[in-house]
Nanobody, 121 residues
Framework: QVQLVESGGGLVQPGGSLRLSCVASGSIFSINAMGWYRQAPGKERELVATMTRGGSTNYGDSVKGRFTISRDNAKNTVSLQMSSLKPEDTAVYYC???????????????WGQGTLVTVSS
């Protein structure tokens, strides 16, 4: 079974740091973009950061300069280093990846189950 599994969420004080990790497991031929989205209570899911297989990145405006995305193509992992966290960063963070299961299949979108990040004193 192909799936994305996140880890690293939790409670952190304002101004603190936290690192999220996500691994894609199962029989995967290739992965295109990997990244993170988040959804706060009562709000729509929004982009946090994505990275292509080649290393190009895209960040949401609210996290630029504070969050850093990285990935290991060989291990099918993507991480998000979050610094200078604010209460408004509180949300469920979802890992996302475009995966191709076989050489002839099209890319399909996978989502993780989400990990909760709470920024509060």
């Amino acid at each position: 079974q192909v799936q994305l599994v996140e880890s690293g969420g939790g409670l952190v004080q304002p101004g603190g740091s936290l690192r999220l990790s996500c691994v894609a497991s199962g029989s995967i031929f290739s992965i295109n973009a990997m990244g993170w989205y988040r959804q706060a209570p009562g709000k729509e899911r929004e982009l946090v950061a994505t990275m292509t297989r080649g290393g190009s990145t895209n960040y949401g405006d609210s996290v630029k300069g504070r969050f850093t995305i990285s990935r290991d193509n060989a291990k099918n992992t993507v991480s998000l280093q979050m610094s200078s966290l604010k209460p408004e960063d509180t949300a469920v963070y979802y890992c996302n990846a475009g995966v191709r299961l076989t050489m002839t299949s099209k890319y399909s979108e996978l989502w993780g189950q989400g990990t909760l990040v709470t920024v509060s004193s």
